[in-house]
């Protein structure tokens, strides 16, 4: 299995809904990524996790709550978002190639709208 | 910030030879050239990296110079599924997120 799965594909949110995206990888990579990607821009980073833990946060607002339930699953909790958000989520997870490199595999992403 | 410079757009007949430059002046002798191309409304796809030797895989070669300051992606015969927009990325050394630039948008036409 060398692919990382995003649920749901797309997703139509108004402004005081509660969502949440889902990523899951089963390759046993420990470091798990969320990247944002808006349209006609290269994708961003956002959030980083590696065995877990979050080691990066790129100052993003506090209405995307990210959660690592355990080494396989990735979540991004949404809370009161803006129109601007509209966005594809990506997840990512990396796995070591060799002397210090590293391969990032990622998912299909989620298209969300705001509303 | 990116570290690297490419053309935003270039054009490449099918089953030619696609040429991708990428420029990466202040690179360091710790990171390594990666290249990620996103075919669209997907996830961005792994190519190849390298550091300093030049490399083959079965989906392109990367050439780097010997002053390291610029490379260049070879897809040998190029497919309309290849129509993707293409990454340069430099990277250092360990498990660090990827900072993407602006890419290429490679348009392989029939």
């Known amino acids: 299995d060398t692919e990382v799965t995003q649920t749901p594909k797309h997703l139509v949110m108004g402004m005081t809904n509660k969502k949440s995206l889902k990523c899951e990888q089963h390759?046993?990579?420990?470091?798990m990524y969320w990247y944002k990607q808006k349209a006609k821009k290269p994708p961003e980073l956002m959030f980083v996790?590696?065995?877990?833990?979050?080691?990066i946060n790129e100052s993003v607002p506090s209405r995307f709550s990210p959660e690592c339930p355990n080494s396989s699953l990735l979540n991004l909790h949404l809370h009161a978002l803006q129109p601007e958000d509209s966005a594809l989520y990506l997840c990512?997870?990396?796995?070591?190639?060799?002397?210090?490199?590293?391969?990032?595999?990622f998912g299909p992403g989620t298209r969300l709208t705001v509303t | 910030d990116a570290k690297t410079t490419q053309p935003p757009s270039m054009d490449c007949a099918e089953g030619r030879a696609a040429n991708l430059p990428c420029n990466h002046s202040?690179?360091?002798?710790?990171?390594?050239v990666y290249w990620y191309r996103q075919i669209h409304s997907q996830g961005p796809q792994y190519i190849i990296h390298?550091?300093?030797n030049n490399e083959t895989n079965e989906m392109a070669s990367l050439i780097i110079t010997e002053d390291r300051k610029s490379s260049t992606l070879i897809l040998p015969h190029a497919t309309l599924r290849d129509t993707a927009v293409y990454y340069c990325?430099?990277?250092?050394?360990?498990?660090?997120?990827?900072?993407f630039g602006k890419g290429t948008r490679l348009s392989v036409i029939a």
């Open positions: 990512a997870s990396s796995r070591y190639t060799g002397t210090g490199s590293y391969e990032q595999y």
């Open positions: 390759m046993g990579h420990r470091a």
């Open positions: 996790y590696s065995y877990e833990k979050l080691s």
């Open positions: 202040t690179i360091s002798g710790n990171e390594y």
């Open positions: 390298g550091l300093k």
């Open positions: 990325i430099v990277s250092p050394l360990g498990n660090t997120p990827l900072v």
